[in-house]
């Protein structure tokens, strides 16, 4: 279950309350809390569904507000997907900070720092694992080379590559595809 606190933009009386109320009800939330502009919910599964809850509220003329850190957090998931796409041109000493810094016209240390505060995990942390899911795609999806798929996710070398892989698979990358072509084989 999840708790979440969500600030809603447009809502100046009580019959505004009572609209929320009976709209976010709909959506099988729990109300923790509700007020003028504020709402607290809690979730019976693992996440809430925010746009689904924006979408309702939209529909009374309200709209959820995000909060200057969870915009950031967005818009640096957003940059993750574009830069480890596969697609991305990696310029000669590529540093993803110096792009952050550029991108989003933040210092790397705060976008850093709040990231980490929202999403519970560290940017470098979600970037390798952003990297690994990636990998895992372009080998068995797209059936890519080992050495294709470091050159074109901007890793130094294949080894640094499968060193990483390893580390948090726990088996180095010919032998995951293996296992799950063997695995798909099966089925």
């Known amino acids: ?53 924006n979408s309702a509220l939209q529909q009374l003329g309200f709209e959820l507000v995000e909060d200057r850190k969870t915009r950031l957090s967005s818009g640096i998931k957003e940059l993750v997907a574009k830069v480890y796409s596969g697609d991305f041109d990696f310029p000669g000493r590529f540093r993803f900070s110096a792009l ?25 942390q979600y970037i390798i694992k952003y990297r690994i899911e990636r990998v895992k795609s372009m080998l068995l999806e797209e059936r890519k080379s080992l050495s294709d798929i470091a050159f074109r996710l901007g890793y130094s070398s294949v080894a640094h590559l499968s060193r990483q892989f390893k580390s948090v698979v726990g088996m180095n990358p010919s032998v995951y595809r293996d296992n799950q072509q063997a695995n798909s084989v099966m089925i």
């Open 1 to 53: 279950m999840q708790e979440q606190q969500l600030i809603i933009k447009g809502m100046t009386c009580n019959r505004c309350i009572n609209a929320v109320r009976s709209q976010v009800s709909r959506l099988e939330l729990e109300i923790i809390h509700l007020r003028l502009g504020e709402l607290v919910v809690r979730s019976c599964g693992d996440e809430l569904d925010l746009a689904r809850i």
């Open 100 to 124: 952050v810094e550029k991108e989003l016209f933040k210092d790397y240390d705060i976008v850093s720092a709040a990231f980490s505060e929202i999403e519970g995990i560290t940017l470098e």
